[in-house]
């Protein structure tokens, strides 16, 4: 399961279809726009389809996924996106389909008529596998199997890298210094693109204004240049922003050049820098940067999993490297950059792959590893001990003092202590509201603080004229006092109708007395 949770446009997905997605993609101006790939590998786009980009055969926003059928089966590697926006794909078979925006040919078809469904790119690509796409905000740059790159769409600046500035109808190779090299990874700010070789060097073209292209001027160049200030370093990683790149070597140094009024560069200053610096990342190796042509966000990732940020992170310009509490480049992104959108096609592993949380919930009841169980009402209940001691002071205390491998609970019921315990599991309470009751009572009894609040708020949610006096008792009696004044003023907001309920004539008489005094002080009995 690939978890998209951070991405308010899958807010509306139920629960068994976030389950399917192994592969998504967020973009658009507002990161309204969405794609992703179920483990069936078929293929479904939502958001508000602007130009046409959800390749859907219409103009037609969408709240509900809908299915991309012509992309069903194709097994997507690579996807990129720009601002118009384009949609770019490879598949594993090699092939590029594009969609969206096409005012300047960055579809790469010949024509500038907008793509409303994904169609195969094939002008002089038809017999190249492609591994690799980026696109800039209104171009696009595919890499190939055998290390050579091809351009196609908007060119003022010299990014399609032609040796002019006339756009580019169809891919076209993109030769100059790279002819007879092999490019092993690309990457596209707004109107420049970047290109690493097997060798370690990295070139630059197009758009130089803000020194994006790392060369010590800024001028635009309109064919590949080698960044000769890094000579001798070897570059394996590029990422561009808007207007500024970051370079990851084979050593885990980062270095950055380009824009920097939000500080993007990690300097800890907002001096652009026409020429590759090298950003402290406090000594640790680095094996990831990340960033997207759309915002002025960077984000790296150690070898000890560890994520910094810096630069615009919503609103605010962090001109340092800043350690998250992150585990992926991508919750920078989904978190902090403007727009939030992915800066890359996010995937997860294979099927057989289960978090560590999801481990845990497969083996809970389970008898096959178990080396606990508990008897409750005649029923089994399989857990692990080690689990239960990380997780449960209370288990901690009672495993340590016994090695019993069956254990007798006669105070509650199989229903609520089963759920307790798929609770510590799970960190989720699978109880309706009525039930709730018996299961505040055992988070009472076990000081179990978190569990006691979830069960309130459970219970909350299951009040009704014909319960409120008896979840209001309960509240009392386990003395949650949340609880206690969201019943009672449920109560007297009801309360003609609660007064003629049942549990209210089988009130305990203190209980009833408390209630009407405090009624009373609430102005319940006023005309």
């Not at 909350?460 to 949340?482: F, M, P, Q």
Request: proline share 3%; net charge negative; aromatic share 8%.
């Amino acid at each position: 399961m690939l978890d998209v949770g951070k991405w308010p446009v899958f807010a509306l997905l139920p629960p068994e279809e976030l389950r399917l997605i192994r592969q998504a993609c967020v973009f658009g101006s507002a990161a309204n726009e969405a794609l992703y790939v179920t483990v069936n590998d078929e293929v479904f786009a939502l958001g508000t389809n602007c130009s046409g980009c959800l390749g859907l055969g219409d103009l037609q926003s969408t709240i509900e996924p809908r299915r991309i059928d012509i992309l069903c089966g194709k097994k997507i590697v690579s996807l990129s996106y720009g601002t118009g926006p384009h949609v770019v794909i490879a598949t594993a078979d090699g092939e590029v389909f594009a969609w969206g925006h096409n005012g300047y040919s960055q579809l790469g078809n010949g024509t500038t008529n907008h793509g409303l469904t994904p169609a195969l790119v094939s002008t002089n690509l038809i017999s190249k596998r492609v591994t690799e796409v980026a696109c800039g905000s209104h171009h696009t740059i595919a890499l190939t199997s055998d290390g050579e790159v091809y351009a196609w769409g908007y060119n003022n600046s010299g990014q399609v890298g032609s040796g002019s500035t006339a756009n580019q109808p169809t891919p076209r190779r993109v030769s100059s210094c790279l002819q007879n090299k092999v490019v092993v990874n690309i990457a596209c700010g707004q109107l420049c693109s970047m290109a690493v070789l097997d060798n370690g060097e990295i070139y630059g073209w197009g758009y130089n204004c803000n020194g994006q292209l790392g060369l010590g001027n800024n001028g635009n160049q309109q064919t590949p240049c080698r960044i000769a200030a890094l000579q001798g370093v070897n570059i394996v990683q590029v990422a561009c922003g808007y207007a500024h790149t970051l370079a990851l070597t084979d050593e885990g140094f980062v270095y950055a050049w380009g824009a920097n009024s939000y500080g993007q560069l990690g300097t800890g200053n907002k001096s652009n820098q026409a020429l590759p610096i090298l950003i402290n990342t406090d000594k640790e190796r680095m094996v990831e940067v990340a960033a997207c042509h759309t915002s002025h966000t960077s984000a790296a990732k150690t070898q000890s999993g560890q994520v910094l940020m810096w630069g615009q992170c919503r609103g605010q310009a962090v001109s340092s490297p800043h350690l998250t509490h992150f585990s992926s480049t991508d919750d920078v992104f989904a978190c902090f950059a403007t727009p939030a959108v992915t800066w890359h096609l996010l995937s997860v592993d294979g099927d057989d792959y289960l978090t560590v949380a999801q481990s845990l919930k497969k083996e809970f009841d389970s008898p096959e590893i178990s080396d606990l169980k508990f008897l409750v009402d005649g029923k089994c209940i399989y857990v692990h001990k080690a689990l239960l001691k990380i997780r449960c002071e209370h288990f901690r205390t009672l495993l340590n003092e016994t090695d019993e491998d069956v254990i007798e609970i006669h105070q509650f019921s199989y229903l609520v202590y089963r759920a307790f315990l798929e609770y510590l599991y799970t960190d989720n309470i699978n109880l309706p509201p009525e039930d709730a009751i018996g299961l505040l009572d055992l988070a009472t009894f076990y000081r179990e603080t978190r569990l006691k609040r979830l069960c309130q708020e459970t219970i909350k949610r299951g009040i009704s004229e014909e319960n409120a006096i008896t979840l209001l008792s309960a509240a009392v009696k386990y003395e949650a006092r949340d609880l206690e004044e969201f019943c009672f003023k449920f109560c007297v907001n009801h309360l003609t109708a609660v007064t003629q309920t049942q549990a209210f004539a089988d009130m305990d008489h203190d209980l009833l007395k408390n209630f009407i005094s405090k009624a009373s002080r609430y102005g319940a009995f006023k005309n």
